[in-house]
């Protein structure tokens, strides 16, 4: 399905999403308030708007309650709030995805402010190098929907209780589903019938509650302790 997307922001990290979402055949618009950042040349596809998108004429004019997607891509978190909340209740977009530049901001971007789904690069960095050393240990890699659902990684030690049994002998808690394995440099859709091999990258979906049973279950009871 091709979206109307509008991002704002058109720094390094805006044209990068727009070069990316233009790619998967999407529709985008970059809004920017710095005339040195508005370069159209460096992503003609996209439709380029000079204007604060803070400011509540500014989104009126460039029509973003056609939006399907709003992006607050800016730099400033303060920004990156208001643009939020009124993309969500002045425009009712269905999706707002905003960044978060510095971590101790990142409780801010909730539902009252308009925001479905907050990315915060401080902390996907740090899950990134935790999941990039850490063996036999549960690393939270991404949050959905305000922390309503995790996207979580195990890499499965030696001796594990269900290494070397297929998949469908792990006794998952509601609410999580292993949705891929890595295993060397394959990615693998699990099914039933795969056996879990120590070194596996198990990559799961869960809401928080279950985290600690899942851990329980992959690891051992040992390990919840």
């Not at 795969?194 to 051992?220: H, K, N």
Request: charged share 25%.
């Amino acid at each position: 399905m091709t979206m109307r997307i509008a991002i704002a922001g058109a720094g390094n990290v805006g044209r990068s999403i727009a070069q990316e979402l233009i790619g998967n055949g999407h529709r985008v618009m970059l809004i920017e308030r710095q005339p040195r950042q508005l370069r159209p040349e460096r992503v003609p596809e996209a439709d380029w708007v000079l204007a604060d998108a803070c400011e509540l004429s500014s989104l009126e004019e460039a029509d973003v309650a056609s939006c399907d997607v709003v992006v607050a891509a800016t730099g400033d978190d303060k920004a990156n709030l208001v643009v939020s909340l009124l993309a969500k209740t002045e425009f009712a977009v269905p999706r707002v995805v905003a960044r978060v530049n510095r971590a101790e901001n990142e409780w801010l971007f909730t539902e009252q402010w308009g925001v479905d789904v907050a990315v915060s690069k401080p902390r996907l960095m740090a899950a990134l190098v935790e999941e990039a050393v850490t063996v036999g240990d549960l690393v939270r890699l991404m949050t959905f929907r305000q922390g309503e659902a995790n996207l979580v990684e195990i890499t499965l030690p030696r001796n594990a209780p269900y290494e070397g049994q297929p998949v469908r002998s792990v006794p998952l808690p509601r609410d999580s589903a292993l949705v891929a394995i890595l295993r060397g440099k394959r990615v693998m859709v699990p099914t039933g019938d795969d056996p879990l091999e120590a070194g596996d990258e198990l990559i799961f979906v869960c809401t928080a509650e279950v985290e600690e049973q899942i851990r329980a279950v992959v690891l051992g009871a040992s390990s919840a302790e």
